[in-house]
């Protein structure tokens, strides 16, 4: 199961280096897998909108986009994807920018075309590892924004969870075993289940809540799914016929 290192530390103080909590979860038992970097830290990469598409006059699969990236200038930039429309948000690469594979974008022409810059997909942007084309942001994006804003820089931490351990299935679960492990406080809130009565056993659909009650570190909620009148005269304190 893959954790964000940026998600834990909203739940507990993590040690620190990365290579630190990793060494604290596995000698706990808890084996990390993999570990991983996200996020897109460039330089010059800002959100723009695309205004204007129209195709390349010297090659059939290029377009050539006209996009807004908050300067107060329109750029042109050649495109090979397919799979936006106008009004579109997308990242834009500017001349300077330097992607993943130390790919350098400058200002160049494509196919006799004038290119200031390049429109990235998420593969480009080290934020995926496949991509079929641009990655189309929010419309709620503002123009201009950089890229990192978007996509801050994560560790994921890859972990084997074992059978016995499914405490450990989410954020709150693995921040709290770091908390134990490292005596450090945790900020999440215990979960609280609502107590139910017996009213709860006429339900629509022929089915109730036996009982629901919480601990510090686990909670339990006994459903059962059909009706057992002889269960339910046990319970009021009547005998089985």
Avoid at 127 to 151: H, M, N, Q, Y
Avoid at 200 to 219: E, G, I, Q, W
Wanted: charged content about 25%.
């Amino acid at each position: 199961m893959k954790f964000s290192v940026n998600w834990l530390r909203e739940f507990v103080e993590l040690p620190p280096s990365i290579d630190a909590l990793a060494e604290l979860l596995t000698m706990s038992g808890v084996e990390i897998e993999g570990i991983q970097k996200r996020g897109a830290d460039f330089d010059k990469v800002v959100v723009a909108q695309i205004t204007d598409s129209k195709p390349h006059p010297n090659a059939d699969r290029l377009t050539v986009c006209v996009v807004d990236d908050g300067s107060g200038t329109k750029r042109q930039i050649v495109c090979g994807a397919k799979n936006y429309r106008v009004g579109d948000k997308v990242p834009l690469a500017l001349p300077g920018a330097e992607l993943t594979g130390g790919l350098k974008i400058r200002a160049s022409k494509l196919r006799g075309v004038e290119s200031e810059g390049m429109l990235c997909s998420a593969k480009e942007l080290g934020v995926a590892e496949d991509a079929a084309g641009l990655l189309i942001l929010s419309p709620e994006a503002k123009i201009g924004t950089p890229i990192r804003d978007l996509f801050p820089v994560d560790t994921i931490l890859d972990v084997e969870i074992t059978p016995n351990r499914g405490d450990l299935l989410s954020h709150f679960g693995l921040a709290r075993e770091i908390a134990a492990l490292t005596n450090k406080r945790f900020v999440g809130q215990a979960l609280r289940l609502p107590r139910l009565t017996w009213q709860a056993m006429r339900l629509p659909y022929n089915s109730f809540v036996f009982d629901s009650f919480a601990r510090k570190t686990h909670a339990w909620q006994i459903i059962f799914t059909k009706r057992s009148s002889w269960s339910v005269r046990r319970r009021r304190g009547s005998r089985r016929p």
